[in-house]
């Protein structure tokens, strides 16, 4: 299968505070992989400094995605090449709707203009399949939004713009019973043999309900174990205690 | 690559380069080619010759007679920005481009008509106005108002036609709502002024279109010193849309125009200006209104250019239940000083005034709020709410507001927001993980943050006012 995403020997300094300590993993195209892990352990360092967030200083390692090499690349060069992130808690942007942010962000991954009535159509189709108020999409992009709505706001976005990896920061809904099923349904619907979702969580909740090929243990900064989705199972019984002797 | 150092505020030269179309839409500029150019300096001579030439009637020389005394007994403000760099002894205060108004745009000499095509003035005529102005330096070179708005009795023609047309009615307003010696660079223009627009709705009269004056200043080291006067009387109603704009010198320029507008009982007007002065202007403005009783008057200003701004439009509520709104944004960028606001008199009863003014400053730039709410004791039931933001796109620049408010009612309400901060590098990074550039998110960012005062505008304004915020952010490549 087709490699996505290679992240070899990582290590991130935030605030010049070593983070990720020599982090490992691979996304095939095809799978879902969950990355999972007690608070603290690195898991949204690790999502920032694969979207080359500049507050994430990398000291050594490489990453590669669909064989370019991206470890210094930017955002936006980054979003071009197919990866995109869905955040927890995105920032509320005034002045441009929901609509037309997915417009300008479409037309520049693309680089050509998109038509307005064939993008209407789409997000109007989404938008049902998620249960998602009609307006919302012609609202301020996640101004005054519930913290629902931000997260239909940013799946709509994922299938709107269609990547080659997701990367989904799952790491506050694990308790939220209206998240879980927007984000299983938006990976059900994503979900293709040439595409890959890559899901960051510290609970198990959010799994129930999604097909995971691969699970990755993060403690202290490092991948600490990779399994099946057994390990979820692993971790539910006990905790993540039971992985401080493989670090 | 090193990241280490980089945030997202210092974006190097190369992040811009993509840019292609960098050049300053409206810094284009004609030879210096007038028909009379006065010598440089202020002078009772000068002043004189400047009358003269317009053969005014002697009770409008002795007002400049009169102002020019006052200026020259008046100092430089004490606060606000440095004008030390204006010196009067460089500065040509009348320039007569050659020819006279006219009402068609072919017998506009082709130099200058092509100045006003290339700023769309002829095609916005055509599309959404019902009439427009067009000076050029000093003089207005065209005047046109549609038929059936001269049918119903609205005058819009220049200044200097209207003394010689209209005497009485000028007489009657011209500076009863701004004071000769209101402030030293008042003064100066009610001396030296030449041009602008005189508008009169008449009673009842409600346009639909807009009416719209473009002032261009061509001549290198001179001024611009236009007065518009517009009374709106009972009942009436109009917009009223301002643009300016000249090509860039390297020696100071100045701009001291003057605006009285009367708003009479039960009439509702809107003053709306894109003002887009080259950076070696110094624009010292003075913009006032009377608003009479259940009337409404509404300003929406956007300034972009200019070295320094000082303006402050003012709105006298006199009238009972009458009310104002202020919605202004300035960019300040490289070099840039403005200085802008609002001031507020409350006199009658329920009276209303709101205030959302955005401040924007880059490169080193300084843009500051500076206000005046003032509520008399008579203001009884009054409601002022002022809101102001700044925003700043790196760690160079400054934003401040400055807000006085004198409130000597107890039975009013009042609020004033005031909010300054540097633009999110979080929502920078949000939006280029969804494929922008660091330059595309700024101005998305930008173009949000100035959203509810382009909204204010009409559509084709605010189109042009979202293309100033781009050549402002492109601009930090020729910094």
Redesign the interface.
Known sequence: MKQLLSIKNLFVNVEDKEILKGLNFEVNAGETHVIMGPNGAGKSSLMNAI?G???Y??TNGQIVFNDVDIT?A???E???LGV??S?QN??S????SVFN?IK??KS??TNSPINYFDLKDEIDKYVLQLDMREELSKR?LNVGFSGGEKKKAEIL?MLC?NPKLAILDETDSGLDVDAIKVVSKGVEMFKNDQNAVLIITHSSRILEHLKVDKVHILLNGKIVKTGDASLVDFVEKNGYAGFEGEN | ?D??N???SGASKNDLDFLQDNQNFYDFKNADDYEYKIKKGLSKEIVEEISKRKNEPDWLLQIRLKALETYFKLDLPQWGPDLSELDMDNISTYVKPKTESKSSWEDVPEDIKNTFTKLGIPKAEHQYLAGVGAQYDSEVVYHSIKEDMLKRGVIYTDIDTAVKEYPELVKEYFSKCVPLSEHKFISLHYAVFSGGSFVYVPKGVKLEMPLQSYFRLNSPESGQFEHTLIIVDEGASLHFIEGCSAPKYSKVNLHAGCVELFVKDNAEMKFSTIENWSKNMLNLNTKKAIVGNNAKLDWVSGSFGSKISMLYPMSILQGDNSSTEYVGISFAGSGQNLDTGFKVLHIGKNTTSNVVSKSISKSGGVATYRSIVNILPSAINAKCSVNCDGLMLDSISKSDTIPVNKIACNDITFSHEAKVGKI????I??????????Q??KA??V?????PISKSFPLEYAVEMNRLIDLELEEAKND
Do not use: C, H, W
């Open positions: 979207f967030n500049p507050k200083q990398k210094n930017k955002p936006d980054i979003a071009k995109f992130m955040f995105p920032v942007v005034e002045g441009i942010f300008t962000a520049k991954l301020d976005q713009l | 690559m990241r280490k980089k945030d997202f999110s590098e979080e929502a990074y949000y939006l280029m993980t969804r494929g922008l550039t660091e595309d998110a998305v960012i173009r949000g943050f100035a959203s």
